[in-house]
């Protein structure tokens, strides 16, 4: 708004300028509030998340798409998986048990006698053994049971896996191709700024309207909105890629 005072020329036009410019600049402020309101949401929500204050640093842009090291399965295993994994050892352990509950357990008793039987004394050791013969019931319902509902945890277990490993080859993939773009360079930001000083020489010199000159702001804006939101979108791939 300062700058467009300064270049305008005197008269009607100007005033209209002047107008118009005000009119786009309270609109970015809208905008700017806007984004000021999201940021302070998200951060309370992060904060609510972990429990504790958070102090956001400058982020480095450079950092936001850097390279996620590959993990091995054995090294960091999603924990979904290992929650499946052990849902299904535990339905084994359950069928084994199931079985093993139909073989009969013995029972050894042994004891000491004594009878006395008209003032004579007689000693003795009993011995006994019991051993149950279940005639029905040997325990398949329940292992049966127990080994669907392992068979089923580990078919969800192998349908999870899938579907973790194909979205991580996804969001790599993602990840190598942003990398390659914002590699070149932030050639982005100083086109951005030479178009600005640029416009705003040409509208000083009566060469350019304040359309072309309001064009050329935006142009160079959208240029940098736009390699921001592929940080973003790239910033969220790293997301992905951590084990949740």
């Known amino acids: 708004a300062k700058a467009m005072t300064e270049l305008s020329k005197g008269g009607e036009t100007a005033r209209y300028d002047v107008l118009r410019q005000g009119l786009e600049a309270r609109a970015h402020r809208h905008g700017l509030a806007r984004a000021r309101a999201d ?10 998340w972990l429990g504790e204050r958070v102090n956001l640093p400058t982020l480095e842009r450079s950092g936001l ?75 398949q319902g329940d292992a049966r049971r127990a080994e669907a509902s392992a068979l089923s945890a580990r078919a969800e277990l192998e349908r999870e896996r899938r579907r973790l490993t194909a979205r991580a080859r996804a969001e790599q993939e993602r990840l190598r191709v942003l990398r390659r773009e914002l590699g070149t360079g932030d050639q982005s930001a100083r086109d951005a700024t030479e178009l600005r000083e640029g416009a705003r020489k040409l509208y000083a010199a009566g060469e350019i309207s304040l359309v072309e000159l309001l064009d050329a702001y935006r142009g160079a804006e959208s240029a940098e909105l736009a390699r921001l939101d592929t940080l973003d979108k790239g910033a969220l791939a790293k997301i992905a890629l951590e084990p949740a």
């Open 39 to 48: 940021a302070a949401a998200s951060k309370q929500a992060l904060e609510a």
């Open 65 to 139: 798409v850097a390279a996620a090291a590959a993990r091995k399965a054995s090294s960091s295993e999603h924990p979904t998986l290992t929650s499946l994994r052990a849902s299904a050892q535990a339905s084994e352990l359950e069928a084994r048990a199931a079985r093993r509950r139909s073989v009969p357990d013995p029972e050894l008793f042994a004891g000491y006698r004594q009878v006395d039987v008209e003032g004579a004394t007689g000693r003795g050791i009993a011995l006994g053994i019991s051993l149950p013969l279940p005639l029905f019931d040997h325990g």
